[in-house]
Nanobody
């Protein structure tokens, strides 16, 4: 099982980035979740997309700025981030879960994780 998160980088406030989460595993899963961890803080959920139906959930602090999508043919999920803020600076992780989730939730529900990609938003 391998999840590869990519697309992070250094941007200015207000700019955009798109993260990708490529899944090379051959297993079924219910959803792909995105999480982030800022320096000195706990990892927090950001958004989640169900794989079969593409239902999307966002936390309040990214709603309206971040957009989830997926490409089943490439087995890849995307997190498009716009209007980035300094407080969005963090290492971003993607993860998959076989459990039914109905919103951004505790990371304990996710079985497989990517290695993380750094997003830095500079003012």
């Amino acid at each position: 099982v391998q999840l590869q998160a990519s697309g992070g980088g250094l941007v200015q406030v207000g700019e955009s980035l798109t993260l990708s989460c490529a899944n090379s595993g051959r297993y079924g899963f219910y959803a792909v979740g995105w999480f982030r961890q800022a320096p000195g803080k706990e990892r927090e959920p950001v958004a989640v997309i169900t794989w079969r139906n593409g239902v999307k959930y966002y936390t309040d602090n990214v709603k309206g700025r971040f957009t989830l999508s997926r490409d089943a043919t490439k087995n890849t999920a995307y997190l498009q981030m716009s209007s980035l803020k300094v407080e969005d600076t963090a290492v971003y992780y993607c993860a998959t879960t076989t459990q039914r989730v109905f919103g951004p939730s505790n990371s304990d529900l996710y079985e497989f994780w990517g290695q993380g990609t750094q997003v830095t938003v500079s003012s």
